[in-house]
């Protein structure tokens, strides 16, 4: 199978989705599964795993009845709140619901050092506890501290969302580079590449724009660790979905089959537990 690992689905509402600011007018609308699938087949793709984009148990919620009705939805990467000292309760409550696969929170919004507070630690130990992956959403930034989460937690299943956003359109490559060859030190890592032609220059970027960064994180994460996402539909404010998909399928025209099928499917149908029949 080959897997968009990263999507977002939505009922577009100005106070909710706040961040969707002027530039990013074009996605100032409701995004749907059924939008989404003529898209998937279009490119042969055969699924996808949904991500959240609001930060509220309802936007879980919302994302595993999606699943329910859309068999093309593998799995769910739903929101909750790691900080709550009943967190071992309210995730007791999903344990029945085979398409809820991990969680993420917004980190890029908050300070570096929000992820290394007790409670939120405490809160990743506890997704551990009950099997679940953790998306890490951050900029460069923030990365020291991501490796030290990440080092607390060495049997905790890690993936860095979009590279972890480096500045592509300005080409600045440190200290990103850096710190992400040594977070990909640890196993329990792996990273999407997605979000990038969002990070590029919108109305210019080039394929060339893009190629160190996907040559530098091939480098260091291998084909065993890296799973393709689109970004939809975010990515829309710079390219279409086919020029996002195409931007993975191209550079990995000189690999193998199976790097190919790796990298477009079977990495995440590993990181995020999904079973032959999902």
Known sequence: MIIDSHQ???KYDPAVHAWID???STIRRDFLPSDLKPLLDKNRIDGCIAVQADQSEDETNFLLELAKSYPFIKAVVGWIDLWDENLDERLSKYADNRKLAGFRHILQAEEPEKMLEPAFLHGIGTLGKHN???DILIYPRHLDAAIKLVQSFPDQKFVVDHIAKPHIK???YEPWKSKMKEIAGYSNVWCKISGMVTEADWENWKQEDLKPYLDFIFGIFGTKRLL??????VCLVAAS???TYAVIDGYLSDFSENEKRDVLGRNATDFYGLSPHD
């Open 170 to 172: 300005d080409r600045i």
């Open 228 to 233: 393709f996402g689109s970004d939809w539909p």
């Open 8 to 10: 977002h689905f939505w």
């Open 132 to 134: 679940y992956t953790y």
């Open 241 to 243: 979905y086919h020029e």
């Open 22 to 24: 002027d530039r990013m």
